[in-house]
């Protein structure tokens, strides 16, 4: 019997829906953008009207877009730094490994680029925002290794 790579295809999608392992990961990215109320004055950094009811004075306005994907995930506990699994460079405790179908990488770099986008993982509190981006899976070619560190979330203006 001869495989086609279209079976191939199925046999691989099908074991990874049916692996069980995948959570709904919310990418959530911010598009800033002047203000259309008031302005924006670049030589202040902030709003022409002060109290400008729409960006608060800032000059600045902040739309978020929320994607989701299916990821499958990695928490690196202790027992997994201290020698007991395969770790990639650069991974501290608490840090996540997301992988990720090729289509949803281009999220992830966008999150990556734009420092107030975050991820958020389906039952967990805390935010997250990649580090690292690289190729995995059959080929290095379907599936992508998303590396993710615990953040903070701060929306002040620099310098307040």
Known sequence: MFISGIDRYDIRQTMLH???NFRAVHG????VTDCTACGYEAMSDSGLDPTCATCS???KTIAWLVQEVS???KVFDFVQLQGAGAVPPGVELGDMALYVRKNDQALFDTIQQEHRSYVKVD???NAYRPFAVSSDG????DEFRILMR???LDER???Y
């Open 18 to 20: 049916a692996s069980g």
């Open 28 to 31: 959530v990215v911010a598009t």
């Open 57 to 59: 004075g800032t000059g």
């Open 71 to 73: 990821a499958r995930i």
């Open 123 to 125: 039952g967990d509190s």
């Open 138 to 141: 059959v080929g290095m070619d």
């Open 150 to 152: 615990k953040v903070t």
């Open 157 to 159: 203006k620099t310098g």
